[in-house]
């Protein structure tokens, strides 16, 4: 007679183990802990695509409008929202859906979108009408409307009462008070700023500048630069999309501790420690840098690529690219949000 006792013992507990560890994957999902998604905005092309940041993989694909350009959230993630230059709009993305559920007019042609953290307001600079839009979402429509000199980027720095707003005609970042709707503070940057970064408490700002390959930094509260940094020399950059911006992507860690800056012409990014003010090795990655983001955990930070269209994802603790994700065409603006 066949025993066949022998063979139940060997995958009784392989059976028990996977069924274990797809109840535990189940409850952490069930508990909460949600997905963390990387956001590309692709801008010569219609599109922003979407990317899992734990396994590095295309999860989707969102159309949205010719000339996407600016990506910003709420500090829950459950929204996105993104200007699309050829609408003159704002649309909002359900981020557990990735879907578009809503759009508003703007009141011309936009770029890069910041949002409070509580996702009442968003700022959005017109630049062809020297402006910027200051959006209240649940009214679904432009509330203030202020005068800005060639405007291009606002920034939130986790503060629901106030946004800044970069003024490349004026050479300033400009501080808006979301209370009173009104100009709180202008911050000389000594050239043409670019993009640029806050920290949380307040108190300092980094910028980019054009044909600085680095950063200047300047105190917020006496409205003056004190500081600036140069990268490693680099050749001329040969990026069309960023023309006389040999540092274009720029971006606080999490907890203020690092700031991470890219060089277009290396294909590289440099890790600036804030307390002891030393740069790191350069980070090597895709073709032109644009732009950076951390997730919100300060896991990863991403680079969108912008000659390579490509992104790459760096472990911030190793500081070594982990992955680089093929994306679409003229990638800039990105983000990385979790939703629960």
């Not at 759009?103 to 402006?131: F, H, K, M």
């Not at 202008?186 to 700023?193: A, F, L, M």
């Not at 980094?206 to 200047?216: E, I, N, P, Q």
Request: charged share 20%; hydrophobic share 40%.
């Amino acid at each position: 007679m066949l025993d066949r006792r022998r063979t139940l013992p060997k995958k009784a507990p392989s059976l028990a183990i996977a069924f274990f560890l797809m109840v535990a994957a189940s409850s952490a999902l069930a508990a909460g802990n949600g997905i963390t998604k990387l956001y590309v905005s692709n801008s010569q092309g219609d599109d922003i695509t979407v990317i899992d940041l734990a396994t590095y993989k295309v999860i989707g694909d969102i159309r949205v409008g010719e000339q996407v350009h600016g990506l910003c959230a709420p500090s829950d993630g459950r929204r996105l929202f993104t200007t699309i230059e050829s609408e003159n709009n704002l649309k909002v993305i359900d981020t557990t859906t990735d879907k578009v559920v809503d759009t508003i007019a703007l009141t011309g042609r936009p770029n890069q979108c910041a949002s409070t953290p509580n996702g009442r307001y968003v700022g959005v600079p017109i630049r062809d009408e020297n402006s910027v839009d200051i959006v209240d979402i649940a009214k679904h429509k432009v509330v203030k409307v202020l005068p800005v000199l060639l405007p291009h980027n606002c920034y939130d720095a986790d503060d629901n009462d106030a946004m800044f707003v970069s003024s490349m005609g004026g050479q300033e970042i400009d501080l808006i008070d979301l209370k009173t709707m009104a100009y709180a503070k202008k911050i000389p940057v000594g050239g043409i700023p670019r993009p640029y970064a806050v920290s949380k408490d307040g108190t300092r700002l980094y910028a980019a500048l054009t044909d600085l390959h680095g950063f200047v930094i300047a105190s917020i509260p006496d409205q003056k630069i004190v500081g600036r940094v140069e990268l490693p020399a680099a050749p001329p950059a040969a990026c069309p999309l960023e023309p006389r911006t040999p540092t274009h992507g720029i971006e606080l860690s999490p907890d203020g501790k690092e700031l991470w800056v890219t060089s277009l012409a290396d294909s590289g990014v440099y890790v600036y420690d804030v307390a002891s003010q030393q740069l790191s090795p350069e980070i090597p990655i895709g073709k032109c840098p644009n732009w950076i983001t951390f997730s919100p955990d300060g896991r990863y930070g991403a680079v969108s690529n912008s000659g390579s269209d490509d992104s790459s994802i760096i472990d911030a603790h190793t500081r070594r690219e982990v992955a680089r994700v093929k994306v679409g065409k003229g990638p800039k603006r990105l983000l990385a949000v979790t939703v629960q």
